[in-house]
């Protein structure tokens, strides 16, 4: 099934069931579904073929869920860019897709004119908001009422849905490409095991920019339900709220969401609703656990795995968390999981290696990248099939279970999200003053991993910390630059001169 | 204390703490967290801010978008809480 079937289905079934809650606004199947089909058939109409690239620069909002779908309908491949990313990142991931179309805010219109000048081709404009915009633009609210797409399903299963970029270990994001088919055997193994149905109303406050949050929606529209869309959990006591009084039967969360909700007075509140939480994007501290039980007696805790190039691989069954609460599960429907060497040789229990995955959910590859994909996804020597190494390091048990080692390569994930220390290395060297540097993650209750600098300064150099900072908030980011800088006197090398990442 | 001396000394610590330059300025009527100017861990550290600052702390129920999401909100709020404290 493709993915704007989701949206067709259900508003064929529950036509004005409320669909999307953002904020006070409510909108049922119906009007999201009319909305889609006229965005669809403006792209259309305005010369989108299909796998055409349209980037997506919005924030949670109504605009991006009705984006999503539209797109998808027309038969284009959806790029999602997070709002916070600066003019410069920007550029790089618009000049490496070349999108047809671009979908921003009016009021973002200057930092857009900056991220297209690194541009080969400019792509046609469609802004949200009242601001004034250039006349060669369109306004979405004008595109979401034209004809719409006739229902002639020009989408196949295998077509290119989404593109997201990662940071990659070599610095510059890579643009993972996962099909059509790929989110629908997840949202189906995914809708199965939290046992997803019409009557739950699901909390997303994760950016619809990455694949977790994008999920959020993806499941709750497959199954009928209701999303109540956030635009963040920076108000952690209004989200609260929003548990309570919408009934929230379901969200997700990283362990740094856990850790402030974890933090909150929530001694008189009870959550009667709240069906299940669900754990990603890193391990959630042990500790976590009966610290959530507390506040959440009567809700099922799932701790998952999962990475972008595969969306998801195991989850733990939450009967199980008590038994096992190291361990992240086993293997989720459709998905056959190893612990393998470098050579592609099975490791038996207790040894560790790295996680490989076979399966429909494995991505085609990254855009424009042959020789990383090449590196990622590889033949099995024995069957011939595609294997997915996931570079995260792990144990299996006798009983299938698997426990997250570490990453394989430096990524540091921060937030939940994830650094690679040599792009922001890169940055910071971009400073006159700098002589060497190296960026590691260290343990933080809050951040998961804090991103830590530790800098040795020309002879002679001065430069303070918040300059360093400043500079980095120019090329970064938010959750990439470095919570910590140090000064040091010097940096340990190996024989050949390469800075260690470990002392 | 004025609202605009409140306005001026909130818009100064998220310059300097989330923009790590106090010469650049976020527009007053800007959403904080809808932008990526701040994030859920930045809250934390606005609220923190103002509360050592202003010598004020907040109940659960004042800590909300409606009050702190952008600087104009937060001037206007912590105005008026801070009217109500000293009158």
């Given at each position: 099934?493709?993915?704007?079937?989701?949206?067709?289905?259900?508003?064929?079934?529950?036509?004005?069931?409320?669909?999307?809650?953002?904020?006070?606004?409510?909108?049922?199947?119906?009007?999201?579904?009319?909305?889609?089909?006229?965005?669809?058939?403006?792209?259309?109409?305005?010369?989108?073929?299909?796998?055409?690239?349209?980037?997506?620069?919005?924030?949670?909002?109504?605009e991006?869920?009705v984006?999503?779908?539209?797109?998808?309908?027309?038969?284009?491949?959806?790029?999602?860019?997070?709002?916070?990313?600066?003019?410069?990142?920007?550029?790089?991931?618009?000049?490496?897709?070349?999108?047809?179309?671009?979908?921003?805010?009016?009021?973002?219109?200057?930092?857009?004119?900056?991220?297209?000048?690194?541009?080969?081709?400019?792509?046609?404009?469609?802004y949200?908001?009242?601001d004034?915009?250039?006349?060669?633009?369109?306004?979405?609210?004008?595109?979401?009422?034209?004809?719409?797409?006739?229902?002639?399903?020009?989408?196949?299963?295998?077509?290119?849905?989404?593109?997201?970029?990662?940071?990659?270990?070599?610095?510059?994001?890579?643009?993972?490409?996962?099909?059509?088919?790929?989110?629908?055997?997840?949202?189906?193994?995914?809708?199965?095991?939290?046992?997803?149905?019409?009557?739950?109303?699901?909390?997303?406050?994760?950016?619809?920019?990455?694949?977790?949050?994008?999920?959020?929606?993806?499941?709750?529209?497959?199954?009928?339900?209701?999303?109540?869309?956030?635009?963040?959990?920076?108000?952690?006591y209004?989200?609260?709220?929003?548990?309570?009084?919408?009934?929230?039967?379901?969200?997700?969360?990283?362990?740094?969401?856990?850790?402030?909700?974890?933090?909150?007075n929530?001694?008189?509140?009870?959550?009667?609703?709240?069906?299940?939480?669900?754990?990603?994007?890193?391990?959630?501290?042990?500790?976590?656990?009966?610290?959530?039980?507390?506040i959440?007696?009567?809700?099922?805790?799932?701790?998952?795995h999962?990475?972008?190039?595969?969306?998801?691989?195991?989850?733990?069954?939450?009967?199980?968390?008590?038994?096992?609460?190291?361990?992240?599960?086993?293997?989720?429907?459709?998905?056959?999981?190893?612990?393998?060497?470098?050579?592609?040789?099975?490791?038996?229990?207790g040894?560790?290696?790295?996680?490989?995955?076979r399966?429909p959910?494995?991505?085609r590859?990254?855009?424009?990248?042959?020789?990383?994909?090449?590196?990622?996804?590889?033949?099995?020597?024995?069957?011939?099939?595609?294997?997915?190494?996931?570079?995260?390091?792990?144990?299996?048990?006798?009983?299938?279970?698997?426990?997250?080692?570490?990453?394989?390569?430096?990524?540091?994930?921060?937030?939940?999200?994830?650094?690679?220390?040599?792009?922001?290395?890169?940055?910071?060297?971009?400073?006159?003053?700098?002589?060497?540097?190296?960026?590691?993650?260290?343990p933080?209750?809050?951040?998961?991993?804090?991103?830590?600098?530790?800098?040795?300064?020309?002879?002679?150099?001065?430069?303070?910390?918040?300059?360093?900072?400043?500079?980095?908030?120019?090329?970064?980011?938010?959750?990439?630059?470095?919570?910590?800088?140090?000064?040091?006197?010097?940096?340990?090398?190996?024989?050949?001169?390469?800075?260690?990442?470990?002392? | 204390?004025?609202?605009?001396?409140?306005?001026?000394?909130?818009?100064k610590?998220?310059?300097?703490?989330?923009?790590?330059?106090?010469?650049?300025?976020?527009?007053?009527?800007?959403?904080?967290?809808?932008?990526?100017v701040?994030?859920?861990?930045?809250?934390?550290?606005?609220?923190?801010?103002?509360?050592?600052?202003?010598?004020?702390?907040?109940?659960?129920?004042?800590?909300?978008?409606?009050?702190?999401?952008?600087?104009?909100?937060?001037?206007?709020?912590?105005?008026?809480?801070?009217?109500?404290?000293?009158?």
């Open positions: 099934m493709t993915i704007s079937h989701y949206l067709t289905a259900s508003a064929k079934k529950y036509p004005d069931k409320e669909a999307l809650i953002c904020g006070k606004k409510k909108f049922t199947y119906r009007t999201l579904n009319d909305a889609m089909m006229s965005l669809a058939g403006f792209l259309v109409a305005n010369g989108l073929n299909k796998e055409d690239r349209v980037a997506v620069f919005l924030d949670n909002s109504y991006a869920v984006s999503v779908f539209g797109i998808l309908q027309a038969g284009g491949t959806l790029v999602l860019i997070h709002p916070s990313t600066p003019a410069e990142r920007m550029g790089y991931i618009l000049q490496n897709c070349e999108p047809r179309f671009l979908v921003a805010p009016s009021s973002r219109f200057s930092q857009i004119v900056d991220a297209e000048k690194v541009c080969t081709t400019i792509p046609t404009h469609i949200t908001g009242n004034d915009i250039p006349i060669s633009a369109f306004r979405f609210d004008v595109a979401c009422k034209t004809k719409p797409i006739n229902d002639k399903n020009i989408v196949s299963d295998e077509d290119l849905a989404v593109i997201v970029y990662t940071s990659g270990s070599t610095g510059k994001p890579k643009g993972v490409m996962l099909t059509h088919r790929n989110f629908d055997v997840v949202t189906d193994a995914v809708s199965e095991y939290l046992e997803n149905t019409s009557d739950d109303i699901i909390l997303d406050f994760l950016p619809l920019s990455i694949t977790y949050g994008l999920l959020q929606l993806l499941v709750t529209f497959r199954t009928g339900g209701t999303l109540v869309l956030e635009k963040g959990f920076g108000f952690p209004e989200i609260i709220k929003r548990i309570k009084e919408e009934k929230i039967t379901g969200f997700a969360g990283a362990p740094t969401v856990y850790s402030i909700i974890t933090h909150l929530l001694e008189s509140e009870t959550f009667p609703s709240l069906r299940y939480i669900t754990n990603a994007a890193a391990a959630m501290p042990y500790s976590f656990i009966p610290k959530l039980r507390k959440f007696p009567t809700t099922k805790i799932y701790l998952m999962g990475l972008t190039e595969c969306l998801r691989t195991t989850y733990l069954p939450p009967e199980e968390i008590e038994t096992r609460p190291t361990s992240v599960g086993r293997g989720m429907k459709y998905v056959q999981l190893s612990v393998e060497d470098e050579n592609g040789n099975r490791l038996t229990s040894q560790v290696g790295e996680l490989c995955v399966g959910n494995i991505m590859g990254y855009w424009n990248d042959p020789d990383t994909t090449a590196k990622v996804l590889r033949q099995d020597k024995n069957t011939g099939e595609i294997v997915l190494r996931s570079g995260d390091l792990f144990t299996v048990n006798d009983e299938g279970y698997f426990y997250f080692v570490s990453r394989m390569d430096d990524i540091i994930k921060s937030r939940g999200r994830k650094v690679s220390p040599v792009e922001v290395e890169d940055v910071i060297y971009l400073c006159e003053e700098v002589l060497e540097v190296r960026v590691i993650g260290i933080d209750t809050l951040l998961g991993q804090a991103v830590k600098a530790e800098i040795v300064l020309k002879k002679g150099a001065t430069i303070t910390a918040d300059q360093i900072k400043a500079e980095c908030k120019k090329r970064l980011e938010d959750f990439q630059i470095p919570q910590k800088i140090e000064f040091v006197q010097s940096l340990p090398k190996t024989a050949g001169g390469k800075i260690k990442r470990t002392n | 204390m004025t609202k605009e001396e409140i306005g001026t000394s909130v818009s610590f998220i310059s300097k703490t989330f923009l790590f330059d106090e010469t650049k300025k976020v527009g007053e009527n800007v959403s904080l967290l809808g932008t990526g701040i994030d859920s861990t930045g809250v934390l550290e606005l609220i923190s801010f103002l509360e050592s600052t202003f010598s004020v702390k907040f109940a659960d129920n004042e800590l909300v978008g409606d009050n702190f999401d952008s600087i104009d909100k937060i001037q206007n709020f912590m105005h008026e809480k801070l009217s109500r404290r000293n009158n």
